[in-house]
Structure formats: structure tokens, C-alpha cells
């Protein structure tokens, strides 16, 4: 029924492609994208339908944006209060992303959810990179992946280095007591010297950074605090109680591994919404532009429909007066 309708079409405008070769062109622009394969013309009941889907879509898009501004409220206040959490142990241990030791363990921080730009795959390329320059004949490197859109991408070529995954961490607000069990959880699960969090820091809406923090073992630890350095400061200080240097530095180094946890996903999870803001503002202008087309292409097609009718009945006219 379809193809038949599409055909009346087409024998509808034959007389105006015969002898009007100007609109034959402009008509065959028109159609180019819209018209079904043999179609010479396009229906004004296809543009309408292509303008009804692209009216409906830009309604989808403004929505996502409304809800991501709305979260994004709600993220970005607890993001930066939580960095108050590790420039403490910055201060106090440096910061050593360039130390070299045998175990890593790139702990990837992404989102479960996408049609948020590029900031997964900016993660995944930024731990594929430190994964690279962190392995060799004498090292081991695992991963572990927080977030579904990590986990996809890097199961495709390192499905073997993946030691853990963690998915639907943003289901529900996180605080920092479910976040230290995670943390918990992955210390009991790795063998590590060095533990690289990879995250996208916050910055604006339209701006993240990709970020890598980096947590030493109680052993790497105590190694750089007797070689000097920022980490030889350790020893100036006085432990109070009856825990030993070894027990106090394993508690340091699992403190700090979950406040940079918490801080990550949080600022991850604020780029996320920015990212997504952004997508969709660009999807709605675009959709807008799309409509603008279609309107026109509709209209010209009207026009073209009605210009041929009136010469059909000017030339029935002109016959039969002749």
C-alpha cells in the first residue's frame, strides 16, 4: 500500500518534472535524504512524520538536560566539601605518581549510564596509558573498574587484567560509610603496591580533568619514608598509643585509599552531569536545526504540490478553450 501511495505520488508530479526542469532539480534536493529508495519526490505525510519523530526526540533531550542540571546541584556541594578529605594526606605524604613498583592496580572510575560525551572513554584511554607504561617483564598491572561503560570498553582487550568490577555504585547517594566498605572490599580483593585511582576531576560545566591519584602500600610507604624525601617527614612525627610505625602506616594508607575513593566518584559523578548537560544542550540545537530544515523541505514540497495542480488545471483549460 505504502509503495503504491508513493507511486500515485510520483505520476502526480511527472508533469511538473517534465516541464519545469528547475524544479525537477530542486525537487530531487529536496527528496535526496527523505524520499524511499525509486521515489522521485518525497510525501509531505513523510516529512511531517520525520518532524513529529525529531519534535518528540528534542522533548527527550530537554528533559535529560533539566534532570542532569538537577543532580548536578545536588553533586556538585558534597564534591567539593569532600576534597577537604585528601589535601590532608597530600600534604602530609606528597604526591607520587612517577614511584616504581612491581604490583599496580589502576582503579578506573566511569559511569553506569552514557549520552554523557566522551568523559568515559577519556578514563579508559588515561588507564590504558598508565597500564602501558606501568607494565613490564617483572611487574604485574590488574584493573580494577568502577562503572558499566568502563567495564565494556575494557573487556574488549583486557579482559584478563580486569581483577575486579563494580557496577550501579550511583544507584542510590553515596556517603563515605559505604564507600569505605567498597574500599575495604577492594583492599581484601588486590594485591597491590601502588593503587592509581583514575576520575575526572570537576572543574565547570562544560570542563573536566582527567586525574590520577595514587596510594602506596604500607611497605612502599615505610621503604620512601626511610629513603627521604616528602615521605621521610614521616618520622619527625610523634605516634601516640601502643600501635607500631608498621600498624600505624597500614591505617594511613586505608584511610587515605577510601577518602580518595570517596572524592573521586564524587567529582566523576559531577562530570557526568556536566558532560550530560552539555550533550544534550548540543542534541536539542541541533534538533532545532533539523526542524528549521524539515520546515522548509516541507513547505517547498507543498508549494511544488500545489504548483503543479494549478498547472494541470490552467493546461486542462487552455485545451479545452483551444
Known sequence: MAMAALRREGRRFAPLISHNPINAVRSSLISEDLAP????????????????????????TK????????????????????RGLWQPFTALLGDTPSVDVKKNVIVTISSDKGLCGGINSTSVKIS?????????????????????????QLIRDSKKHIELSITELQKNPLNYTQVAVLADDILKNVEYDA?????????????FMPTMSTV??????????????????LDSYEIEGGETKAEVLQNLSEFQFGCFLFNGIL???????????????????????MLDRLTLTYNRTRQASITTELTEIISGASALEG
Do not use: W
Not at 37 to 60: C, D, L, Y
Open 128 to 152: 590504558r596509558a598508565i597500564h602501558k607504561l606501568s607494565s613490564g617483564p617483572e611487574k604485574e598491572t590488574k584493573y580494577v573498574v568502577l562503572g558499566e561503560k568502563a567495564k565494556a
Open 37 to 60: 529508495q525509486g521515489a522521485r519526490f518525497v510525501s509531505t505525510q513523510i516529512v511531517r512524520t520525520r518532524m513529529k519523530s525529531v519534535k518528540n526526540i528534542q522533548k527527550i
Open 195 to 207: 593503587l592509581r585511582i583514575v576520575y575526572n576531576k570537576f572543574a565547570s560545566v562544560v570542563s
Open 216 to 233: 602506596l602500600s604500607p611497605e612502599v610507604l615505610e621503604k620512601e619514608a626511610e629513603s627521604g624525601g616528602k615521605l621521610g617527614e
Open 63 to 82: 528533559a535529560m538536560k533539566m534532570v542532569a542540571a538537577s543532580k548536578l546541584r545536588a553533586i556538585q556541594t558534597r564534591a567539593e566539601n569532600s
Open 267 to 289: 567529582e566523576n559523578a559531577c562530570s557526568e552531569q556536566g558532560a550530560r548537560m552539555s550533550a544534550m544542550d548540543s542534541s536539542s540545537r541541533n534538533a532545532g536545526d
